[in-house]
């Protein structure tokens, strides 16, 4: 099944669904198809109430929903489409039914199709779980582990290739991972790709980078270690790296639970009702399994477990891709593009503060890192920004038309 949503409807008025409820027999008019449709519908006083007798409102509807209607292979789907323009369950009420879902019913019996459709559409069927995309989900984490291996078991010249290599694999490793599965998309993600790394490699070098430049540095490469004026910060990589696996099985217990509930359910109230609490569960669940690998890692490498900087950037970027598999990609471009800024704007301004009459300039970052360290500035940066999508997502993905994509792409 595929989603219902796509490019701005006719009937999907600005202001959302109370402005359509206010409209709706004005749509209704236009798009009824004989003069006795047009004149039950009318009202001269433009008032609204219930279609004269006789009249036929869900015939107009389908005539304003013909292409949604046509594709449509089981009611829930045009539920969803409808739901998608605005169309609520106090709306359904005018075209006599008492839901939305009651509605798609009625529209999807009435469209005529080739052959006897079954009187009772087969349920959703969820997402399965396929061998390629688990495996793919693993490899970046172990590839990272192998790359980390390699570096702290060479020197000099060697090492370098080897950290280019081991990087450039688990590049495309974390590629192949997010093309299969539950956290594959078929929207653009290029904007998104771009500050997501930009955030990766802060995580990697940026709170060396803003020490060493808050002493005057630096003076030197980063290394190989956590030692230096410049060190590295190889934990927090690799956990993240490892999450790809329990990231992309929180997804898709959401997705199984999430069309499980779209199956049951009767109204769009209901639904949202039923799914935000799935939604914190997996945001949760994948929250925790991140705090044991954060853990893990940093015990086998030994560094000191980062724990608020890995996880807010974990969870940011677990929303993030969440939003955008569900087909709601300006709101994870953004928020990204903003915290990148953000982390960019307070290593800028140390190395800013550095010009003659500009000392004010690191006054902000420089009280930061003096009360709570250089990692406050990716905490506070990542933590304001994955609160803000959690929000967005409580509020988009307990839609019904979030959860109506099928498992083609799977």
């Known amino acids: 099944m595929t989603a219902a949503g796509g490019t701005d409807h006719p009937m999907t008025a600005p202001g959302g669904p109370e402005v359509w409820d206010e409209r709706a027999e004005e749509w209704l008019t236009a798009g009824a198809e004989s003069p006795e449709d047009q004149a039950a519908l009318a009202d001269p006083l433009d008032r609204p109430r219930p279609p004269r007798a006789g009249a036929d409102p869900v015939k107009a509807l ?77 490899l970046p984490g172990a590839l990272g582990a192998a790359t980390l291996a390699a570096v702290r078991l060479t020197h000099g010249q060697t090492r370098l290739i080897a950290a280019a290599v081991g990087a450039l694999a688990v590049l495309l490793a974390l590629r192949a991972a997010l093309s299969r599965g539950p956290l594959s998309t078929a929207h653009t993600t290029r904007p998104t790709a771009t500050w997501t790394g930009w955030l990766l490699g802060y995580a990697l070098l940026g709170d060396g980078l803003l020490r060493a430049a808050l002493t005057g540095g630096p003076d030197t490469l980063p290394g190989g270690g956590a030692e230096g004026s410049w060190p590295l910060t190889t934990a927090p990589l690799l956990a993240l790296a490892l999450a790809c696996a329990p990231a992309a099985w929180c997804a898709h217990l959401l997705a199984v639970r999430a069309r499980r509930t779209l199956s049951s359910s009767r109204a769009l109230a209901d639904f949202a009702t039923s799914v935000q609490p799935l939604l914190l569960a997996a945001f949760a669940a994948y929250v925790g399994a991140l705090a044991a690998l954060t853990a893990a890692t940093a015990a086998a ?107 083609d792409r799977w």
């Open 62 to 138: 389908m005539h304003r929903h013909h292409d949604l209607c046509a594709r449509a292979v089981d009611p829930l789907e045009i539920a969803a489409g409808l739901e998608a323009h605005g169309i609520t369950d106090r709306t359904a009420a005018r075209f006599r039914h008492r839901d939305v879902f009651s509605l798609a019913e009625e529209m999807y019996a009435r469209v005529p199709r080739d052959g006897d459709a079954p009187d009772d559409p087969a349920p959703v069927a969820p997402p399965r779980v396929r061998a390629d995309w688990v495996l793919l989900t693993l």
């Open 301 to 407: 490498l030994d560094e000191p477990a980062a724990y608020p900087r890995t996880l807010t950037l974990g969870a940011l970027l677990f929303l993030a891709r969440l939003l955008t598999v569900h087909g709601f990609t300006h709101a994870p471009a953004l928020v990204l593009t903003a915290t990148a800024a953000a982390e960019a704007t307070a290593l800028a301004s140390v190395f800013g503060a550095r010009l003659p009459g500009c000392a004010w300039l690191a006054a902000p970052t420089r009280a930061l890192a003096d009360a709570w360290g250089p990692a406050a500035v990716p905490v506070l940066a990542c933590g304001a920004a994955a609160l803000a999508l959690l929000l967005h997502a409580s509020r988009t993905l307990t839609r019904a038309s979030a959860h109506a994509a099928g498992e």
